[in-house]
């Protein structure tokens, strides 16, 4: 006997072609099926979990009504896109997701056509539905263009400066506002699906063109009374009031679990000959999958778990991550200064500042997906004496660059920049890799930038920051855990702009920025085994830079490398200015920079991305060797 397959339908649909051949009345089965399928794949591969189980029905039914890939569809953030990749040809490697070599986490247009613009940020994809829609428009073609933002996404006020200019312009373009924390406003049952059908229906539109069409003959205060009296009463029916007044057209609040409510609607819409239009889904994170949907924050991403149970599949810590250090290190700055205050943009669990909320709830600001108004607002707290703390992403502070330039930086204000997720992030790769953040920041005058080589120095660096009131200062520091050094009792506060030495050598100096420090160190044992003396120092600050340590390494050695997990542009290249500047390369001294390639790096294991980098222990000690030259190539052959 043959088993029976659990996904009978799922199994004979590979492509959406195939999801549009399938009457209606299966896809409530498809569906249960596919939650199934995605349930399933991320107990093995980790990953998002939640956001994705509460667009199932509506990621079925969207494939069912338009015809993609023709028909463009954009996912907001990407968090919520497994199901979409499972019926968009890509289910035989979607337990590859977040592997090296395997599907991204998110949507990536080399990966397929299905996904016609990549996102990794949010808030992104009405402006790139827009655009798509008048360029549809200027080549003369017909397909339409849907967008789907989650209502967290909708709190970043590009998604506003993007309705905006839809509703100014006109296009034909369709918004489907994902609501799935039912923050704006709940599904009213089969009154609101009616109302919302009706008013999508085409016979209301065409009613409401000849309507609008006689009234435009009748004087213009006519007109006006007749226009605000109909948005009104569908106001009154339906709200929607602030997407009308940005020219959007309202359909909901529908039920984004229903197809029957579904369906209908988005027929309607997909067929409706009208400029913008929103569409107001409701739908619950973690969907049929009890577990995620009573902790929709803790399956929000998730390891891998067990599908019964629920329970993650951690592996034990063996320090703490840099992440809760940094929040501990800010509680303890806030017990014993009233002035201390922080600020993350809808990341508190990921920033750390969860911890910090607990213990001062009236001095932490979740300012929402909003990194621009962040940065202003904490400029804002510096002005009047207060000591801002902006946790950011690396990543995400890249959003805000214009405000830490003009409401900051020229200012001088001291606002700390808390910078988490610095250098790679293993299976989230590029869009959330922390690379250019001592590159950008480090040419901006007076802005003080420190990264620690361990969690001890993090804390440190915390206290530094705190008792740093001359301009604004940032500090780096990557994800995941220390390296299991002792913490201190209490944060000293760091002389500024001073390294230190950690070994002594005389042939190769080894200058580190960051926690690439322990590689350093390694790289020196394995030099030393070849018969190479090597320095190891610890920049602790890219800027200011330490002038008399790094001129010290350059008069006492053959070679001086400058290792960091940041792009070109960073730290090395502060370093050479300075040895150019004070004419230390004229000496034959041998320098390289040790750096991120100048590419993108796919999502991999970080040991794996670290070694691809060159930026391992034993890349280091290659590198080492290959700039002594002859007697480096003597050294590897002993």
């Not at 789907?148 to 905006?164: F, K, L, P, R, T």
């Not at 605000?228 to 009463?233: F, L």
């Not at 969860?354 to 709830?361: G, K, N, R």
């Not at 002792?486 to 920025?513: K, N, Y």
Request: glycine share 10%.
């Amino acid at each position: 006997m043959t088993e029976t397959s659990a996904t009978p339908l799922l199994d004979v649909v590979r492509t959406p072609e195939d999801l549009r051949r399938l009457p209606e009345d299966q896809l409530d089965q498809l569906a249960a099926e596919l939650r199934r399928e995605t349930i399933d794949a991320v107990s093995v591969t980790g990953g998002h979990l939640g956001a994705g189980l509460g667009v199932v029905e509506l990621t079925v039914a969207l494939h069912h009504v338009f015809d993609t890939p023709r028909d463009r569809l954009i996912w907001d953030v990407g968090h919520q896109v497994y199901p979409h990749k499972i019926l968009t040809g890509r289910r035989d490697r979607i337990r590859t997701l977040r592997k090296g070599g395997g599907l991204s986490g998110f949507t990536k247009r080399s990966e397929s056509a299905f996904d016609p613009f990549g996102a990794g940020h949010s808030s992104t994809s009405i402006s790139a539905g827009l655009g798509m829609a008048v360029a549809r428009d200027l080549k003369g073609d017909d397909n339409r263009v849907v967008c789907v933002i989650g209502d967290g996404a909708m709190s970043a006020g590009m998604a506003y400066e993007a309705m905006n200019n839809a509703g100014a312009l006109g296009s034909r373009l369709v918004v489907i506002l994902n609501d799935n924390d039912m923050s704006i406003a709940p599904p009213t049952g089969a009154m609101s699906a009616y109302l919302a059908r009706l008013v999508s229906g085409r016979t209301y539109l065409s009613l409401r063109e000849i309507g609008r069409g006689l009234v435009k003959r009748l004087p213009r205060f006519v007109e006006r009374g007749a226009a605000r009296a109909e948005e009104y009463a569908r106001g009154l029916a339906m709200g929607g009031t602030l997407f009308e007044e940005l020219g959007f057209y309202y359909v909901g609040p529908i039920d984004g679990h229903n197809l029957e409510h579904l369906l209908p609607v988005l027929k309607n819409v997909r067929d409706a000959d009208q400029g913008p239009i929103l569409v107001h889904v409701v739908t619950q994170k973690g969907k049929g999958y009890a577990p995620a949907e009573a902790s929709a924050d803790k399956y929000h991403g998730v390891s891998a778990f067990d599908v019964v149970s629920g329970a993650q599949t951690k592996p034990k810590a063996n320090a703490p991550t840099y992440t809760k250090v940094f929040a501990q290190a800010l509680v303890d700055e806030a017990k014993r200064d009233e002035r201390v205050v922080a600020i993350t943009a809808a990341m508190p669990g990921g920033t750390g500042l969860d911890l910090f909320e607990q213990a001062f709830p009236a001095r932490t600001f979740d300012v929402g997906i909003a990194e621009q108004h962040a940065v202003t607002f904490a400029a804002g707290l510096a002005a009047e004496g207060l000591k801002p703390f902006c946790a950011l992403y690396s990543t995400f502070l890249q959003r805000a660059y214009d405000q830490v330039v003009h409401d900051v930086a020229i200012q001088n204000l001291p606002v700390r920049f808390a910078i988490d997720r610095a250098g790679l992030v293993g299976a989230d790769g590029a869009t959330h890799a922390g690379a250019y953040d001592v590159a950008y920041l480090g040419c901006l005058p007076d802005m003080a930038l420190m990264a620690p080589a361990d969690e001890a120095e993090l804390v440190h660096m915390v206290a530094t920051a705190a008792a740093y009131d001359d301009g604004p200062i940032a500090f780096r520091y990557p994800r995941g855990e220390g390296v299991g050094v002792e913490l201190p009792a209490r944060g000293q506060v760091l002389p500024l702009g001073r390294g230190r030495v950690l070994r002594e050598g005389s042939t190769v100096a080894l200058l580190s920025l960051g926690t690439r420090l322990a590689a350093a160190l390694e790289a020196a044992e394995e030099l030393a085994l070849r018969g190479v003396s090597t320095t190891v120092a610890d920049a602790r600050f890219a800027k200011p830079l330490d002038r008399d340590l790094i001129l010290r390494l350059a008069r006492g050695h053959e070679v001086l490398m400058m290792v960091e997990e940041g792009s070109s542009g960073g730290f090395g290249a502060m370093v050479l200015q300075l040895l150019a500047g004070e004419g230390a390369l004229d000496r034959g001294l041998k320098v390289r920079t040790l750096t991120l390639p100048d590419r993108f790096q796919d999502h991999d294991k970080p040991e794996t991305q670290l070694s691809e980098a060159g930026l391992d222990g034993r890349a280091i000690a290659a590198s080492a060797l290959a700039a002594l030259g002859p007697k480096g190539v003597a050294a590897l052959r002993a």
